[in-house]
């Protein structure tokens, strides 16, 4: 397999597994490489950090989860021990509250993949 293979086969993984339990190790392994070395590698190949990267497409997916679900509910399946603290992050990504999505547009960070 090709480095950009390998690349999108783990960027591929980071998608299904989003809001379980993502090990950089794992990840690592995708790129024959060490937990450092990816850390470094990430933001030099797409300009933005590996646990950036994570925590925006959650909160991407956070966008649609609130239309059935609870806040509360969403901010513990995306990670967060508080809803202050999903609620800050949510409104810094979608410039709105997680109770007001109603009337708001989503500003979702898109899936990452190399050509």
Do not use: W
Not at 11 to 25: R, S, V
Not at 75 to 92: D, M, T, V
């Amino acid at each position: 397999m090709s480095f950009i293979q390998n690349i999108n086969t783990m960027l591929t993984y980071i998608e299904k597994n989003l809001f379980g339990n993502i090990k950089i190790n794992k990840l690592a392994q995708f790129l024959n490489t060490n937990q450092n070395e990816l850390t470094r590698l990430f933001p030099i190949v797409f300009n933005i950090g590996l646990q950036e990267y994570i925590k925006k497409r959650k909160l991407s997916k956070a966008f649609d989860m609130l239309k059935t679900k609870s806040v509360m509910e969403v901010s513990l399946i995306c990670g967060y021990k508080s809803y202050a603290a999903f609620s800050r992050a949510f409104k810094k990504q979608h410039n709105v509250l997680p109770s007001k999505i109603k009337t708001a547009k989503p500003n979702i960070y898109p899936i990452l993949y190399l050509k």
